[in-house]
């Protein structure tokens, strides 16, 4: 692994910009709920309910965010291994968001300090590689820490696998679903069971019925995001890009295959393609389209609406007709958490992570009901409270069943270039759909990729 020359230089800017993080990666329990916490603008972060903790002489810190979701699954954590292993462990919570984690890690790296590092940082699977590829000195090899890896699914793990060491430990899951309107597809004449384990071909002909019929696509994407296509490829094994992290567009097969598919699916009005998130959630919520096919946590989402209840159900996605490896099974997001080089007992951290998100099924027993967690240590899904019934989703055990789908996902090539290349791939589908040669574009994104990888070292 090449890995980037850093420079003391900036030392001085680093602990004036975060020094009031100083206290991140001690082992007391001294910093309290109303510490401050610098952000990379400048502002101050820090309000009473900036910091949670679990009280204990043994005291890790760990940066994450998300008050619903990540921080109350901490918590939980930190709760059973005190009660069951620890009685003098606690955690400090300081809520960071992703991107100010990300920035506080370039600038840690950049000035070669990671004192202001927590002892455990939650991290998103896609951003991760670029950060250990550029500083793999600010996370402790987990490979030989007697974590169990082969309880979750090989494709989860590749994410927080660099040059064959493990560094992360899995954490929620972005397994693909297919999620339907019951109540539109009988009304047509189908079942879900019409849409499981199908082609993309047969998702055409079935969308394109159902539009003809009711005036409404099967799904919605999008514009700037290529994360449909990137699912279709994941499903396939494929990948943007080479085996050494370089990007693999011009001639890439699988990649035209998927990229054909989506034009097909916008001309036959089988996808409807909105210009933001907003209108991407609106879209689904308010009954625009059949259904939606992406990461598991989408779920959550449309149980936001009440009155959708019993009306939705879940199945596996379609496959790719053509490329080698085709699977109905795919990825799309999560996140994994990450030991610092800044940790003051990192045994306490392996033994905590271990004994907690890679060992406790009770764990993600408690998360998932409040906070819809749903795991990818595989243990979990052959849990009772997985395999219960879900009114909401036609009575379907469908945590269970994301579970299966999950260890199914293949994996695929990774790299520390991957945002910026789905950037440009984003890029070129947009051109590609209105009008631009397919060739043309794949070139083009190629070579503004091939100068992003090259600054990388890759």
């Known amino acids: 692994m090449k890995k980037k020359i850093l420079s003391t230089m900036l030392v001085g800017a680093m602990v004036a910009s975060m020094g009031a993080m100083a206290g991140c990666g001690s082992s007391d329990s001294s910093s309290s709920s109303s510490d401050t916490t610098t952000t990379d603008d400048g502002s101050t972060a820090a309000e009473d309910d900036s910091s949670t903790s679990v009280e204990g002489t043994e005291t890790l810190t760990v940066w994450c965010w998300d008050a619903s979701f990540n921080i109350p699954a901490m918590e939980e954590a930190a709760r059973i291994y005190k009660e069951e292993v620890n009685e003098n462990f606690g955690i400090e919570i300081i809520e960071t968001l992703s991107d100010d984690c990300e920035t506080n890690l370039t600038n840690a790296g950049e000035a070669g300090d990671f004192s202001t590092f927590p002892d455990i940082a939650l991290m998103q699977d896609n951003s991760y590689q670029k950060f250990v590829y550029k500083y793999p000195e600010a996370f402790t090899d987990l490979t030989d820490s007697g974590i169990d890896f082969s309880n979750f699914p090989s494709g989860k793990v590749s994410y927080s696998t660099v040059d064959g060491k493990n560094y992360g430990v899995p954490f929620d899951n972005g397994t693909v679903v297919g999620a339907y309107r019951i109540d539109i597809l009988e009304e047509c004449g189908y079942t879900i069971e019409d849409l499981e384990d199908i082609t993309w071909d047969e998702f055409i002909t079935i969308g394109t019925d159902i539009y003809e019929q009711t005036g409404m696509a099967m799904i919605s994407s999008q514009a700037d995001s290529p994360d449909l296509i990137l699912e279709m490829l994941q499903s396939a094994g494929a990948s943007l890009f080479n085996e050494d992290g370089t990007a693999n567009l011009v001639g890439n097969t699988a990649l035209e295959e998927c990229m054909n598919y989506y034009i097909e699916m916008k001309e036959a009005g089988v996808l409807l393609e909105v210009n933001s998130w907003d209108e991407y959630v609106a879209s689904i919520t308010n009954s625009q389209v059949v259904g939606t096919i992406n990461g598991c946590w989408i779920c959550a989402t449309i149980m936001a609406v009440e009155d959708f209840s019993g009306l939705w159900d879940i199945t596996n ?142």
Do not use: H, K
């Open 317 to 458: 996605m379609p496959a790719l007709t053509e490329t080698e490896g085709a699977t109905n099974y795919s990825n799309n997001g999560g996140s994994s958490w990450y030991i610092t080089a800044n940790c003051s007992n990192v045994d306490l951290a392996i033994d905590f992570l271990s004994y907690t998100f890679a060992g406790s099924v009770e764990l993600y027993e408690n998360i998932l009901p409040s906070t819809a967690a749903i795991a990818t240590y595989i243990p979990a899904g052959e849990s009772n409270v997985y395999s219960e019934p879900q009114e909401f989703w036609n009575d379907n055990a469908i945590y269970a069943t994301i579970m299966e789908y999950a260890d199914q996902v293949p994996t695929n090539n990774v790299s520390a270039a991957y945002y910026d290349v789905r950037g440009y791939v984003g890029t070129a589908i947009q051109n590609i759909v209105m009008g631009s040669d397919m060739e043309t574009e794949l070139e083009d994104a190629q070579t503004s990729s091939d100068y992003v990888t090259e600054e990388l070292g890759l």
